[in-house]
T-cell receptor, first 119, second 111 residues
Framework: EPEVTQTPSHQVTQMGQEVILRCVPI?????FYWYRQILGQKVEFLVS????????KSEIFDDQFSVERPDGSNFTLKIRSTKLEDSAMYFC?????????????????FGPGTRLTVL | LAKTTQPISMDSYEGQEVNITCSHN???????ITWYQQFPSQGPRFIIQ???TKVTNEVASLFIPADRKSSTLSLPRVSLSDTAVYYC????????????FGAGTRLTVKP
């Protein structure tokens, strides 16, 4: 069964450093997402991406964040100048199989997450 | 976006049927109801989706009354491995951007 993969599984960084979190969505999906989950809290939407551009972003997704699909397979989240409060689990997801796919249209497939720890 | 309300937590015992109800009073005509499950340190996983009446798959059933202002996720004969957080989401049809997770219901299954 196809799955979303994320690397690294755990990233430790110093406050003020830049980090790039990487995701490989399911190959025939069209929509890509990033979410974060602070320990013990709910899953928070950050951004969605379609057709090589951001289609929606939350109030959390400020100028500190950026996303990119540098090639046909990877989807990255860059966090510039990390802050202590950026420590969280970051999940990538993808959805929207091409016409004829078996998945429910709104079903999002999540990766295993990257745990980001900012010291 | 339709706001959803569901219990913060529920306890059950192995072998019991568990029903988790979600309220979504301002659901729109084009909105679908989707449930996700999340285990600790894992990403959410799709369980079931429906628009009205009843939907059943190999994992769960989803009951939606005619007014669609609520929905009930039914897990038959739960086991310890069903201990997880269950999220109810309401999203517009064919709008993959329109999903927000609430606090979810933390289900604890006891032996």
């Amino acid at each position: 069964e196809p799955e979303v993969t994320q690397t690294p599984s755990h990233q430790v960084t110093q406050m003020g450093q830049e980090v790039i979190l990487r995701c490989v969505p399911i190959s025939n999906h069209l929509y890509f997402y990033w979410y974060r989950q602070i320990l013990g809290q709910k899953v928070e939407f950050l951004v969605s991406f379609y057709n090589n551009e951001i289609s929606e972003k939350s109030e959390i997704f400020d100028d500190q964040f950026s996303v990119e699909r540098p090639d046909g397979s990877n989807f990255t989240l860059k966090i510039r100048s990390t802050k202590l409060e950026d420590s969280a689990m970051y999940f990538c997801a993808s959805s929207g199989a091409l016409a004829g796919g078996l998945s429910s249209y709104n079903e999002q497939f999540f990766g295993p997450g990257t745990r980001l720890t900012v010291l | 976006l339709a706001k959803t309300t569901q219990p913060i937590s529920m306890d059950s015992y192995e072998g019991q049927e568990v029903n988790i109800t979600c309220s979504h009073n301002n659901i729109a005509t084009n909105d679908y109801i989707t449930w996700y499950q999340q285990f600790p340190s894992q990403g959410p996983r799709f369980i079931i989706q429906g628009y009205k009446t009843k939907v059943t798959n190999e994992v769960a059933s989803l009951f939606i009354p005619a007014d669609r202002k609520s929905s009930t996720l039914s897990l038959p004969r739960v086991s310890l491995s069903d201990t997880a957080v269950y999220y109810c989401l309401v999203a517009a049809a064919y709008n993959n951007n329109d999903m927000r997770f609430g606090a979810g219901t933390r289900l604890t299954v006891k032996p």
